[in-house]
């Protein structure tokens, strides 16, 4: 595997699935709580990500933002081509994936429209030199004034004893011939003795084993893309930022919400080894010495122009959020590598408020049940979504939106009457740009729902169950079968009953539901 790959695995897909961090929305929260507004996207904006894979978060993100141009490029034309038939299936004309070289694009100034978003998710450090040199060369002709690039790597000091492991098990794969799935299967088993054994270096850590105990688990896909790479680097954060200064962007915060927070990574001790640090390049590698922390999520702005307390304040207040989960599954105990803290209970009444009543900015929120405990505008949005309680949103859907997501939940709900309600899937959702999965029941309902069946569950019930009777075939609950349609009707419609309760306020917030009734207030196409 070298020439153009540089001695990434190309023999293996990669995972399929969207990463809601790379959702636009989600970088935007990130940027603003770190004190900029990076690039919000507007009609006309472009949004990269080089590395795509399959290209379903930038997919995602498509149907979200019909008036913004998506361009996606990968290696692995197997990536391509499978991105290419869900474009298709979706109908959307915003966005573009390439099969093509890095080096060969970086080489032809304007190979790329210029972006205002640049996304490398699992790429700068899991590719060698030249190649890392040529995604440099693209961003310093591409990127806009004022542009944001999203940078994932793996990180020293933390990520040390996976360098430890990965050389091993990429040393140890050359003893084997075949599919790389099938040689880190062999490699880890290897590595595994070699523990066994006594190997010093292999024994030295918690985190060497913890890793030696992530690949006995399983060899999927991800661990092959993870640990089989020529080119695999784990990088301090000065030298990112030395290689990014380079391509004339500055490093503005973590695409993690809360790490721009100082006291979630670092006690009060800590945080007085860096508070006379004057290089911002110097301080983030400092805090990675108290931090255990293998990947690093970075953001980055070509000409950042810092907000003021006010002008921040004002564009969170203005920023809509909706539920993720449950208000029954929300943990109001965050474990950061500061130590735990508990979050007031007035945060559990945010969860309740958007589950019940659907998105609201955080304006609306901070003046509700976040209103006992006063939290600034910065701080309420990070922790909203730091507890996994809400995800910033988009509360407007265009035609473009919603004829596209009527597509992908038929496809996925033909699928399912196809091979059976144990299939499951992912459906965008749109308020978000991201996909979520939908087991096989949750895609009939959805199907139904985006049909014109009624939203209750009686009739929901009637939806599911016609094709599965025609067809001779019954329901499995609690271990018994069921044959008698009179019983599989009254089960679906107590199963429906309770989808409407756990399921369809999380999906309205998602805007995953077909329009009906009057429409949310809409917020243009920034965000």
Known sequence: MTGGDDGYVSDVAYSAKAFPDLAPVNLRLAALVAGVDGAPLRPGSVVWELGCGYGNSLIAAAVAHPACRFVGVDYNPAHIAG???????????????????????????????????????????????????????????????????????????????????QRTVLELSRLSVGRSDLRIKEAADHLDRLKTAGAHHLNATDDIARQVERLKRGAGHELVHEYLNEGWAALFHSQVAADLEDARLTYVGSAVPHENFRASLLTPAQMKMIEDVPLSSVRETIVDLFVRRILRRDLFVRGPRPLGEAQRDRLLWDTWFCSRVHPDAVTLTLSWPAGSVTLPDAYGEAARVLWREGPRPLGALLAGPLAPVKPVPREAAALLVASGIAWPCRPDRAPETLAAMKRAVLELGAEVRAIGLHHNGMIPAPAVGTDVPVGGLEARVLEGLWSGVQAEASALAAHVWAPMEAAGESLVHKGERIQEPGRCRALLTEIMTGLQDTRFPLWRGLGMLPPSGPTMATQGDGA
């Open 83 to 165: 991105g290419h038939e869900r474009i298709e299936t979706l109908g959307l004309r915003n966005i573009e994936l390439l099969d093509a070289d890095l080096v060969d694009l970086a080489d032809r100034p304007g190979s790329l429209p210029s972006c205002d978003v640049a996304v490398l998710h699992g790429l700068y450090s899991w590719v060698g030199e030249p190649i890392r040199a040529a995604v440099r060369r693209l961003l310093a002709w591409g990127v806009r004034p004022g542009g944001l690039v999203y940078v994932s790597y793996n990180s020293m000091p933390g990520a040390g004893a996976m360098a430890v492991a």
